[in-house]
């Protein structure tokens, strides 16, 4: 994720090191959902490897029951590269945000999942040439006793761990419980600085925003001698997404920075970015959250 060289503000110095300690913490993050995924992607290409790839070459199973089997599990492999890549680099929110672009695929395994089990078991059944290459497989040394009922469920079983990882992080990131993060069917997309422009000449003020699939959350730092709170950020506004309209006032060219309008039923909120990339990123990310 791109973050926006902001003007000086009052202040600066104090929200500089905020901003340094959420970005350690997201380092941290970082770190954890790395070695984490490292290990998901060992496991997840057994099955690309020495299932999906060979099963093709030889033709033991009917492409339409290849299809049904193991549905979308190349992309989804290919697209949790693309995030150990970004996460290699230190852009766990670029990273994120990409995979949140590939959620579908994930919604497809899902929705075909029971169907895929079922005819797994049919096939193990009625195809003997097929059991038995399952079973040579399956004695590789590499699959350490596993099977492959044992590494279909892996997609879905990753995508909510790391899920439940950015919603618990940004619910410890938030002072008090008021905002409750946690809820089932919520899914975490992005966060990052933006000014907030108001509508009577006041001062532009700098806010820190959490994007999700049903909300956007805007907050500011706590202050920094508060005893137990200062590494933490205090809502300021939660924005129900069901009825918002985006849309791009200006940075439709390559000039520095941009600004967003985000229309609500009651309000109205302009987002700017002095950065040109940054603003085009959260376009996008808040266009395909309130799809």
């Excluded at 290919?78 to 150990?84: F, G, K, M, T, W």
């Excluded at 990753?158 to 409750?180: A, C, M, Y």
């Excluded at 985006?246 to 520095?256: I, L, R």
């Excluded at 002095?274 to 309130?290: C, G, M, R």
Aim: glycine share 6%; hydrophobic share 35%.
């Amino acid at each position: 994720m791109s973050y926006s060289p902001l003007p000086p503000m009052a202040g600066a110095n104090t929200v500089e090191e905020q901003r340094a300690r959420w970005e350690r913490k997201r380092s941290r993050t970082a770190k954890e959902l790395l070695e984490t995924e490292h290990r998901y992607l060992e496991q997840l290409d057994l099955v690309v490897t020495f299932f999906v790839t060979i099963l093709k070459a030889k033709g033991t199973l009917k492409p339409a029951v290849m299809e049904t089997i193991f549905g979308p599990l190349e992309s989804i492999y290919s697209a949790s590269q693309v995030l150990s890549l970004h996460l290699e680099r230190g852009n766990l929110g670029l990273g994120l945000e990409n995979f949140c672009q590939k959620l579908e695929l994930y919604g497809h395994y899902a929705e075909n999942f029971e169907q895929a089990n079922k005819t797994l078991m049919e096939q193990l059944r009625k195809n003997k040439s097929f059991q038995r290459f399952k079973k040579l497989q399956e004695t590789r040394p590499q699959f350490q006793g596993r099977k492959l009922e044992d590494l279909l469920p892996l997609p879905l079983q990753r995508l909510h761990q790391e899920n439940s990882l950015q919603l618990h992080r940004v619910q410890k990131l938030l002072k008090g419980q008021k905002i409750q993060v946690l809820t089932p069917g919520r899914w975490y997309i992005r966060e990052g600085w933006l000014l907030v422009v108001p509508s009577k000449g006041e001062e532009l003020k700098r806010r820190m925003f959490f994007l999700f699939s049903d909300i956007f959350i805007s907050t500011k730092p706590c202050h920094p001698l508060h005893l137990l709170n200062s590494n933490k950020f205090a809502c300021t506004a939660v924005y129900p997404l069901h009825q918002c309209v985006v849309d791009k006032v200006f940075g439709h060219t390559q000039s520095e920075g941009g600004l967003l309008s985000l229309s609500f039923p009651h309000k109205t909120l302009l987002l700017m970015s002095t950065d040109q990339q940054d603003i085009n990123d959260w376009h996008q990310s808040l266009t395909t959250a309130v799809r």
